[in-house]
């Protein structure tokens, strides 16, 4: 197993109250927890499990997921957590659906802890669709000017740009089909465009599919530039025993993205 896993922290499991739900999209909700006492403040790129409890709000199709569900943490500010949902199956869709008082599992902070992630200068977030998630987290951690390149596949997928000032200096927003605001076309584009321009190299921190962090990667290395990705990939325990989340890292070998990652260097290690 290759990687280095930098320390874990104590993850805890509890039984949280939904307090706020904030629907950012047709299919992206914003779900604020209430923060058990003395929760550790998460890194950005570490994440939770999470499994809504008691009876779904929704009609099923089938069965429940048996495994909890994992999710980056978007915000914490000591007495709420945040998370940012987006429905594409039946536990996002409960998520998505509960109210407040509803309670919700969580086990976390889990994820390695990535100090690199926090320092000055500027400061280039690359989110692909639900790659927003982790994106809350960087305001508290020294960085600026920050920039955020945010792409979807079209405008019935956008966050609006009022939430997405909330998260940067700058924002520019992208639609494939340029059917949203911001510009036509796919964020990698954007990415290039501001890697090529004058001024002090920024850090790139990306998250998004597959495709992106590759690309993101071709481009930060021509360039020179530092990058981290956070890598998706399926997980069961979460906790680096199971291997099912392990992926293979650059150069041979593997690493696990539950306690390795999620977030790598982008010149070690690609999904
Ligand atoms: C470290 C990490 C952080 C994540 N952070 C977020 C986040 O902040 N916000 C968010 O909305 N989602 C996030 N995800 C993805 C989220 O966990 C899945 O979308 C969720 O588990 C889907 O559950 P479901 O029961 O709704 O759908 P399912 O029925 O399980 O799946 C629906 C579809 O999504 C695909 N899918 C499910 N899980 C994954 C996965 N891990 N990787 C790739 N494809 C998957 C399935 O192949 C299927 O096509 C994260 C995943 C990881 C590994
Ligand atoms: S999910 Fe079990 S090792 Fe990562």
Redesign the pocket.
Known sequence: MKGGAPPLGQPLMAGLEVIRVQALAPA?TLLWLKAPEGFPKPFP?Q?AKLRALGPPQIPLKGG??LLD??????GADGDSLA?????????????ATLSPGAKVRLTGP??AVRPELSGKGPLLLVAGG?????MGMFRAQGFGPISLLYGERDASFQVGQGFLRGLADRVLPFTDDGSGHGEKGLVTQGLERELKADGPKPLVFC?GPPGLLREAARLCRERDVRLYV??????ACGLGICLS?SIPAKGGGRVR??VD??VFPGDTAFP
């Open positions: 992206t790129g994440f429940r997921a569900k994992p999710f980056s943490f978007h998370f940012l949902i987006r429905e594409v199956g039946t536990e996002t869709a409960i998520l889990l994820g639900a790659g927003l998630g982790p998250c956070s890598a998706e990939a399926f997980m989340c993205v539950c990652g999620p």
